[in-house]
Structure formats: structure tokens, C-alpha cells
């Protein structure tokens, strides 16, 4: 038994270890830890035309920023849906008041994993497209809207996914 000895304290020392990287990971990544972004100056969010909503399974859903409709590609049928102005306002709302960042790679100090996490929308502009949300590693996160805004636009595209179903459009009939 006092042969294992060394062999449980190694063991625990090295759990223990791993615990704390994963903490320090966490402090790092925080948005609230005050981590630098670097704002990006173009393209403009409030410029955007349209973004593609890019699903967990690889379905696409294009929402015109100008008009509210979005439409679908369902296995060679389109869908299309428009999205109450209520929702589309406050998308507008938030690009009009956000900016493009990047967060810049960490020093060779800090032990990254390497998760690729897929990017949540591309925005869309009459002359260039940029995909938003993608990362490479648990350190490093490429374009995304500055702060907690990035946060804020994928919950209101997952609103509009999760709802769906109960969008139409609502046409009018106006007199002459």
C-alpha cells in the first residue's frame, strides 16, 4: 500500500493543476475580465443589408435587414417568412450601436485548446460578407460584435430560429 502513496499524490497534484488552468482559461476568456478587443472600423454594422443565420444543422436562414424577410432553403423548396418589426428593430437597434472586434491572440504564456466552435451568422454588405462568431481555439475568438454584444445578437437569431414556425407575413391590402 505505501507503494501506491506516491502514485495518489502525483496523481492529485496533477488533477489539481489541470483544475486550475481551466479556471485561469475561464478568467481569461471572460468578457467581464476586461480582456482587449480590437474594434474594427470597417465595415460599419449599421451599413449591413442582410445576415445569414447559420443553424446547428447546417441550415441557412437569410433575413434581409431591410425588409424583415427571411428565407429558407429547405431541401430544394423555399420558405419564406417575415419577422414582426418589433424583432427587426431590435436587431437594427443593436448593429446600430455595436462594432466589429477581434480578439487578439494570447501571449505564448497562455495554454489554449484547440475547439473549433462554428460561426453563428455572416453579415452581409453590398460589397463584403464576414462571418461572425467562429473560433479556433478556447483563447481566440475571430470577428464578433465588441463586448457582450456578440451575446446579445446570437440570442436574438436563436429567438428567431426557435420561433420559426410562428412567423408569416401579413400581407395589406391598400385602396386606391
Known amino acids: 500500500m505505501k507503494k ?20 485561469n482559461q475561464a478568467e481569461i476568456l471572460s468578457p467581464s ?16 443589408q442582410s445576415i445569414d443565420i447559420l443553424t ?23 420558405v419564406k417568412k417575415c419577422l414582426p418589426d418589433s424583432i427587426r428593430a431590435e436587431i ?22 484547440q475547439v473549433y466552435s462554428a460561426p ?13 462568431g467562429e473560433a479556433v481555439s478556447s483563447c481566440h475568438k475571430d470577428l464578433d460584435l465588441c463586448g457582450q454584444d456578440g451575446m446579445l445578437l446570437r440570442g436574438l437569431l436563436k429567438d428567431v430560429v426557435a420561433r420559426w414556425s410562428e412567423w408569416s407575413c401579413d400581407f395589406k391590402v391598400v385602396s386606391r
Open 33 to 48: 475580465s476586461g480582456i482587449s478587443q480590437n474594434k474594427i472600423e470597417d465595415p460599419v454594422l449599421s451599413q449591413a
Open 120 to 132: 453563428y451568422s455572416e453579415i452581409h454588405w453590398s460589397d463584403k460578407s464576414i462571418k461572425v
Open 56 to 78: 446547428q444543422n447546417d441550415q441557412k436562414i437569410s433575413l434581409s435587414l431591410e425588409t424583415g424577410e427571411l428565407v429558407q432553403d429547405e431541401r430544394g423548396n423555399i
Open 92 to 113: 437594427l437597434d443593436l448593429l446600430a450601436n455595436s462594432n466589429l472586434c477581434e480578439t487578439p491572440e494570447p501571449g505564448p504564456e497562455v495554454a489554449c485548446a
Open 4 to 23: 501506491y502513496i506516491p502514485v495518489m499524490i502525483a496523481s492529485g497534484v496533477l488533477l489539481l493543476s489541470f483544475q486550475n488552468c481551466a479556471q
